[in-house]
């Protein structure tokens, strides 16, 4: 089963849903901005992603910098309220498989999680190739 936290609005989020989806696979895709985060949802993906809440806030094009949240005072108790009232302020997409999790920035890292790949060469929404004819990283 593959799992992807999803923002349709995001290029990079849609990038990886079509690895995935490309690759053969049906991921569950969990739209984060309209269903929200729990705190044990975030706490559980980050520590699987080995990742601090620090690590998984997005800092651009959120309420971070006018939450006063890129101050590195910031508990990450406080960082994962502000996350729970903001779900934008989550960085995206984090993605769920068998062979773990992971924030998948740039969208190519979604690979490492998945057990086959698409067939190459494989290209970006905005062209940039990830695999070469061979099926092969670039």
Not at 67 to 81: K, P, Q, T, Y
Not at 93 to 108: A, D, M
């Amino acid at each position: 089963m593959i799992v992807i936290h999803h923002n349709p609005a995001c290029g990079t989020s849609r990038n990886v849903l079509k690895i995935i989806e490309d690759a053969g696979y049906s991921p569950i895709v969990v739209d984060y901005l309209n269903e929200g985060w729990t705190r044990s949802q975030l706490l559980g993906l980050f520590a699987a992603a080995n990742l601090t809440p620090r690590q998984a806030l997005r800092t651009t094009k959120s309420p971070a910098e006018e939450l006063g949240l890129l101050d590195e005072s910031v508990s990450d108790d406080a960082l994962l309220d502000a996350m729970l009232v903001h779900p934008v302020l989550v960085n995206r997409p984090i993605v769920c498989t068998e062979k773990g999790v992971g924030l998948c920035r740039p969208s190519e890292k979604v690979l490492d999680l998945l057990p086959s790949w698409p067939s190459g060469p494989y290209f970006k929404e905005d062209g940039e190739q990830i695999l070469d004819e061979l099926g092969k990283r670039m």
